[in-house]
C-alpha cells in the first residue's frame, strides 16, 4: 500500500527557514520524478520544485526560485523541500508528489502519488 507522510510545516517569521519532508512507503523512489506543489487560499495549485529521476535535475518556479531546494535520499525513501528567506506569500498548503515519468511534469494530473498537505504560514 502506498502512503507519503509528509513534515516539517508550521508557523514561520518571515525571512525565516523550514525544511519539509516527505517519507514514501509503498514504492521505492529511485525510479519516480518528485515535486513540490503549494496552493494558497482561493488559488489554484501550483508547481514550486521538480527533480527528475533520469538525471536529478531541477526546476523551479519562479516564485521561489533561489530561495527553494528540492533534494531527494533515496536510501531514505524520502525527499525535501529546503524553503529559505520565506515571506507572507509563501502561505500556502504544501503537497509533495510522485510520478513513474523520468522527467519531472509540470502539471499536477501527472502525479500518481501525493502526501496528505501541511500547512506552511509565513507570519509575525
Known amino acids: 500500500q502506498v502512503q507519503i507522510v509528509e513534515s516539517g510545516g508550521g508557523l514561520v517569521q518571515p525571512g525565516g527557514s523550514l525544511k519539509l519532508s516527505c517519507v514514501a512507503s509503498?514504492?521505492?523512489?529511485?525510479?519516480?520524478?518528485l515535486a513540490w506543489f503549494r496552493q494558497a487560499p482561493g488559488k489554484e495549485r501550483e508547481g514550486i520544485s521538480f527533480?527528475?529521476?533520469?538525471?536529478?535535475?531541477?526546476d523551479y518556479a519562479d516564485s521561489v526560485k533561489g530561495r527553494f531546494t528540492i533534494s531527494r535520499d533515496n536510501g531514505k525513501n524520502t525527499w525535501y523541500l529546503e524553503m529559505k528567506s520565506l515571506t507572507p506569500e509563501d502561505t500556502a498548503v504544501y503537497y509533495c508528489a510522485a510520478t513513474g515519468y523520468p522527467i519531472a511534469p509540470r502539471y499536477a494530473y501527472a502525479y500518481e502519488h501525493w502526501g496528505q498537505g501541511i500547512q506552511v504560514t509565513v507570519s509575525s
Open positions: 527533480m527528475s529521476s533520469s538525471d536529478g535535475s531541477t
Open positions: 509503498g514504492f521505492r523512489l529511485d525510479n519516480y520524478a
